[in-house]
């Protein structure tokens, strides 16, 4: 078996500093390096990082420099209704309200600058 050291989702972006604000105004993210063809951003213990890269630059694979599909990303926090708050402050593209799921959470869905559907869920109190 081969041990994980580490795994980093990196996002393509047409605009890097857009992507930026968005991940880092909803999560508290720190920014790790910051240019003009990537940036990492990862949470306060390092235990949890997260890319975006510049979609045409030459270390993306070609095979990948669409619009995402077929994935996206879940992201657990305490309060998503607050985190709803901040995404219709910021204006981000909001594609369903929190609601109540059959599992246990509340789940707000997001779409980033990229086009990257975001699921935001936290846990229901007492279920």
Same mark, same amino acid.
């Given at each position: 078996? $081969? *041990?994980?050291?580490?795994?980093?989702?990196?996002?393509?972006? +047409?605009?890097?500093?857009?992507? *930026?604000?968005?991940?880092?105004?909803?999560?508290?993210? $720190?920014?790790?390096? +910051?240019?003009?063809?990537?940036?990492?951003?990862?949470?306060?213990?390092?235990?949890?990082?997260?890319?975006?890269?510049?979609?045409?630059?030459?270390?993306?694979?070609?095979?990948?420099?669409?619009?995402? !599909?077929?994935?996206?990303?879940?992201?657990?926090?305490?309060?998503?209704? *607050?985190?709803?708050?901040?995404?219709?402050?910021? !204006?981000?593209?909001?594609?369903?309200?929190?609601?109540?799921?059959?599992?246990? !959470?509340?789940?707000?869905?997001?779409?980033?600058? $990229?086009?990257?559907?975001? +699921?935001?869920?936290?846990?229901? *109190? +007492?279920?």
């Amino acid at each position: 078996m $081969n *041990k994980i050291n580490r795994m980093m989702p990196n996002i393509c972006s +047409d605009n890097l500093q857009e992507s *930026k604000a968005f991940y880092t105004k909803l999560f508290d993210f $720190n920014i790790g390096y +910051d240019s003009d063809w990537f940036v990492h951003l990862a949470s306060p213990d390092g235990k949890l990082e997260l890319g975006i890269i510049d979609r045409t630059n030459n270390i993306v694979p070609k095979a990948v420099q669409n619009n995402p !599909q077929g994935f996206y990303l879940t992201f657990v926090v305490d309060d998503a209704d *607050k985190l709803f708050e901040i995404a219709k402050a910021e !204006q981000f593209e909001v594609v369903e309200p929190p609601t109540d799921t059959s599992y246990g !959470q509340r789940r707000l869905l997001l779409k980033d600058p $990229n086009g990257t559907m975001v +699921d935001i869920s936290s846990l229901i *109190k +007492d279920s």
